[in-house]
């Protein structure tokens, strides 16, 4: 290898006849072996970088499914939901106690106060008869939607005599086009009046120059639904608004105070978000207004009065209202069915919880078809089984990967390969060369060894009561979780028959030695004291979820691993530890090739002198001879 960037004049043996390179390249091989030892040190830490990245992401691929938040280890105690129907659920939680619920009668459900208007509240369209020119309706048109149904309707090529003529056409035109008694046309000297009960009436006019204008005057798109969306004085409500009016009115003791200028879309928001306890709605089906209260039950009430103008009377009349009720429920908890200890239970609304299990009403059934409900309570031994023995799968498999890496053995016969040696060799006899080069560069490792130390300490330490790390709730043993030997470094076997008599014999233990949560909160900062405290009486879960967040934190104080390798939500990136040895190396390594540079031109420099005097001397010599010979 040459270090010369071509600054020395080479005259390698031109008068010594001596092979200047080679003699050059055996002077440097002790200086290079130095430099091709700091490579391999760069090599092996490189590795060692890389080995560590991969069990950083498997321990960040674990925690994530397991301990990216509480839900899955939390599921492990949750029973399944118990029953379902139109008009009752039975939800169950960690907390419900197993057994039996048998449900003797709904009586009744939780109904909120209700304040509906005693009549619609829209203006019905009219239109307006000329009757002085009458001889133009026939042949021309008038557009009518009912209920989103639109009708063009054709006036006949006949003599119009009165209005009573125009009323009767109008009427067969929209008998034959909606049916009959769909829509009533009366007449009031020369104006008509279209109605219709519990239908939405839309007057249009034909744009094709077909239109009745001339002899009949509506607004175009006029209807019997109030538009929420406009001001009130525009608003077609039967009880007009006047204009530059001042409105205000009292709902349930709370003041509302508005103007004309006002829509009621914006009255209805207001109310809405008010602390008046209501909802106010508005049917465009029946052309009502509605007050709801919030809450449910006998105590819900609905109070509505106007103190300046007559917006609420105009929207509600006098009002019917529904008072709310509170629900009933004739139930045993023991499950016992001969009423015996039958209780009754009075909500205000329609959630009852019942020893950790929410029993929810949705409706009265007809009769007593809801009569006679049992409920059977239990934990779903199934779900804990498949999610306990997969969480056993998953961690044998990380804890294999760990302590593979611990108990391969280093050979030092095997180290990384130098540039000389790499080019001799061909790629497959590279590869052979640097997988066993790479073998056993963590094997003992202390990071290593101490997280697969701390993960079977999970394992076999017995988990306590909480505030109480005398007694102890059991090991994972009484679920038939278990070693199997000490060649297998701590991996777990599943006795499966004992471990689903178990979970169906006490889910509850089950759940605590998986589940427990601790009353001492993680911190990286915590005492020794603390830590050993929150150890004993955590789950499986959360003394996992430790370990990792000891070696993965990024937060405050960086975990083991985040300070050697980095995070691998980051690609690895950032001053770690490694990364800062790695580049130190790097800089010594350049230094080095520098000062290889500067040794070799300097040998090269003291040949090429040497040459220079040899052949002199040989030039001197040839002159002697000469003049010895006469010459």
């Known amino acids: 290898m040459s270090y010369i960037s071509g600054t020395t004049t080479r005259l390698s043996g031109l008068a010594s006849s001596i092979d200047t390179d080679m003699v050059v390249e055996e002077l440097m091989k002790a200086s290079e072996i130095k430099v091709d030892e700091v490579r391999q040190q760069k090599q092996i830490l490189e590795w060692k970088q890389e080995f560590y990245q991969e069990v950083t992401k498997k321990l960040y691929d674990f ?39 048998y449900i003797k009668d709904i009586v009744s459900v939780a109904t909120a106060a209700k304040l509906t208007g005693t009549s619609a509240v829209s203006s019905d369209p009219v239109i307006d008869i000329d009757t002085s020119n009458l001889s133009e309706l026939a042949g021309k048109n008038i557009i009518i939607s009912l209920n989103g149904t639109e009708e063009q309707l054709n006036f006949s090529d006949i003599s119009y005599e009165s209005s009573a003529d125009v009323q009767t056409e109008l009427q067969s035109l929209i008998n034959s086009k909606f049916g009959s008694d769909k829509i009533m046309v009366s007449l009031n000297e020369d104006r008509l009046t279209l109605s219709a009960e519990n239908s939405e009436i839309i007057l249009k006019i034909p744009t094709d120059g077909s239109d009745a204008s001339s002899v009949l ?136 919880d019942v020893d950790g299990t929410t029993i929810t009403l949705k409706g009265k059934a007809p009769g007593e078809a809801e009569e006679g409900i049992s409920v059977l309570l239990s934990h779903n031994s199934d779900d804990m089984f498949n999610k306990i023995t997969a969480f056993v799968d998953d961690y044998n498999a990380l ?80 679920l038939g979780i278990s070693t199997v030997h000490y060649s297998d470094k701590g991996k777990l076997t599943i006795d499966k028959t004992k471990l689903r008599n178990a979970l169906n014999s006490d889910p509850d233990k089950a759940a605590a030695l998986f589940s427990q949560k601790s009353s001492i909160s993680f911190s990286l900062y915590a005492s020794e004291e603390q830590q050993e405290k929150r150890f004993n009486e955590s789950g499986i879960f959360y003394r996992f979820s430790d370990i990792l967040n000891k070696n993965l934190s990024t937060v405050g104080k960086k975990g083991a691993l985040i300070s050697l390798v980095g995070s691998p939500t980051a690609t690895f990136t950032g001053n770690t530890d490694y990364a800062t040895r790695i580049s130190d190396i790097k800089e010594r390594i350049e230094k080095m090739e520098e000062k ?10 003291r040949f090429t002198a040497m040459e220079k005097a040899i052949a002199r001397l040989n030039q001197q010599s040839a002159w002697i001879a000469g003049m010895m010979s006469g010459k």
Do not use: H
């Open 399 to 478: 804890l294999s990967s760990i302590t593979a890496k611990t108990s391969e053995e280093y050979d030092r016969d095997y180290p990384p390969l130098t540039d000389a040696q790499r080019a001799d060799m061909s790629e497959k006899e590279i590869e052979d060369w640097e997988k066993k080069a790479k073998t056993g560069l963590l094997a003992n490792d202390i990071y290593l060894n101490d997280i697969a130390t701390s993960l079977r300490s999970c394992m076999y330490t017995p988990l306590a009561k909480l505030g109480d790390n005398t007694e102890a709730l059991g090991v994972l043993i009484d």
């Open 63 to 101: 925690q994530q499914k397991y301990f990216s938040d509480a839900s899955w280890s939390e599921s492990i105690s949750k029973p399944a939901p118990s029953y379902n129907s139109n008009y009752i659920s039975v939800t169950t939680s960690a907390n419900s106690v197993s057994g039996n619920i």
């Open 217 to 352: 005057t509506y607004d175009a798109f006029s209807s019997n639904r109030v538009d929420l969306n406009v001001s009130l004085s525009s608003a077609d409500l039967r009880g007009a608004i006047p204009a530059g009016s001042d409105i205000e009115f009292v709902i349930n003791g709370k003041t509302f105070n508005f103007t004309s200028d006002d829509t009621l879309s914006q009255i209805m928001n207001k109310i809405n978000t008010s602390d008046a306890g209501v909802k106010m709605t508005y049917s465009s089906l029946t052309d009502k207004f509605t007050i709801t209260s919030v809450k449910t039950g006998s105590a819900s009430d609905i109070t509505f009065s106007d103190t300046t103008g007559t917006l609420m009377s105009s929207l509600f009349g006098t009002g019917i209202t529904t008072y709310g009720t509170d629900a009933v429920v004739k139930l045993s908890t023991s499950g016992a069915t001969d009423g015996s200890d039958i209780i009754t239970i009075t909500r205000s609304n329609n959630s009852i």
């Open 596 to 605: 290889l540079k500067d040794e070799e031109e300097r040998y090269y420099k």
